[in-house]
């Protein structure tokens, strides 16, 4: 069956302190894709990163950056020096193989509070 | 370049009536999606369209629907509200023509029933 874990349901940190966010997924397919959303209070998703999975290098954008790990079947997502407007609840989500459309699969979500 | 754009933001209906929600896609994206996302069960998919036809459904009572036009503008209908349909109703929008596609979400549809 196709899942997708996020077992960290609230996370409180400082600002400047880094944080990381855990995605576990499970599937049966060898292709398929991961994404990971931010999503502030006004509700609206805002996408983050898109990752295959044949492309299993990390990726860093600005303070952002993803370690995509099959072996453990793992997409964390980590915060640096973390700040007050990263404040939101963050998705990972999964798409499958087939799959040409916006079906995709969630995690709970991770609620990430960065306090002053 | 717009981003994907529902209608109306908020609304409050009585149990029993039914609601109409909108979307518009980013111009040249034929796929539309619409998901479901309450406190209790988190953001669920109710199903997607293209090309003006229903492509892939999640598993919701017929008493949700949907349609899409020849502009890719979609709505979803819910009748016979019940409590239980209160949620933010998101829309999501690809090209749709392409193994995952990465997928874009407007700021959703906050609906109350009372």
């Known amino acids: 069956a196709q899942k997708v874990t996020q077992a960290q349901t609230e996370i409180s940190v400082v600002e400047k302190e880094d944080v990381t966010l855990d995605c576990v997924y499970e599937?049966?397919?060898?292709?398929?894709?991961l994404f990971w959303y931010k999503q502030p209070p006004s509700g609206e998703l805002v996408f983050l990163i898109r990752r295959n999975s044949f492309d299993e290098q990390n990726e860093i954008s600005g303070r952002y950056s993803w370690n995509f790990q099959k072996s453990t079947s793992s997409f964390n997502f980590t915060i640096t020096a973390s700040q007050v407007v990263d404040s939101a609840v963050y998705f990972c989500a999964l798409s499958e193989a087939d799959n040409q459309g916006g079906k995709l699969i969630f995690g709970q979500g991770t609620e990430l509070s960065v306090k002053p | 370049k717009a981003g994907v754009t529902q209608t109306p933001r908020y609304l409050i209906k009585t149990r029993g009536q039914q609601v109409t929600l909108s979307c518009s896609p980013i111009?040249?994206?034929?796929?539309v999606s619409w998901y479901q996302q309450t406190p209790g069960q988190g953001l669920q998919f109710l199903f997607e369209?293209?090309?003006?036809?229903?492509?892939n459904k999640g598993n919701f009572p017929g008493r949700f629907s949907g349609r899409q036009f020849s502009n890719s503008r979609s709505e979803m209908n819910v009748s016979t509200l019940e409590l239980g349909d209160s949620a933010l109703y998101l829309c999501?929008?690809?090209?749709?023509?392409?193994?995952?596609?990465?997928?874009?979400f407007g700021e959703g549809s906050w609906l109350t029933v009372v």
């Open positions: 599937t049966r397919d060898t292709t398929y894709y």
């Open positions: 369209y293209f090309s003006e036809t229903q492509r």
């Open positions: 111009s040249g994206h034929r796929s």
């Open positions: 999501a929008s690809s090209s749709g023509t392409a193994k995952g596609n990465t997928i874009y």
